[in-house]
């Protein structure tokens, strides 16, 4: 851990570990952005060539087994340095400013 401390008197992430989170925050959003880019460039085919209701049902299908597991696994992998609590759970589409369970500092706060 770097020596600097916080207000609540727990050491701050390391630099390692905040590149890792950062990482890990990039990862994510580069999936959701091609989850994104994906389903609307389907969209668009359909709209032009439909391929009927129960080819778009696979497609959707086969878009959330490509996407969808890996997205899940990414979510859930990466852990608290602080105290290994996954972090999954506590992240929406931003890193936490801290874990929930050891109070440890994750990133910046949510005005920044």
């Known amino acids: 851990m770097s020596g600097e401390g916080h207000a609540g008197g727990r050491p701050s992430v390391e630099s390692a570990a905040a590149a890792r989170l950062e990482d890990w925050m990039r990862r994510r959003r580069l999936l959701l952005g091609l989850a994104v880019a994906i389903a609307g460039l389907l969209a668009a085919v359909n ?66």
């Open 47 to 112: 709209a032009v060539y439909p391929l009927g209701r129960d080819a778009n049902v696979m497609v959707l299908l086969a878009l959330g087994c490509c996407l969808g597991v890996p997205g899940l696994i990414l979510q859930f992998r990466e852990r608290c340095p602080g105290c290994g609590a996954r972090l999954g759970w506590q992240a929406g589409l931003r890193l936490p400013a801290a874990c929930r369970r050891c109070a440890t500092p994750l990133g910046p706060g949510p005005g920044n």
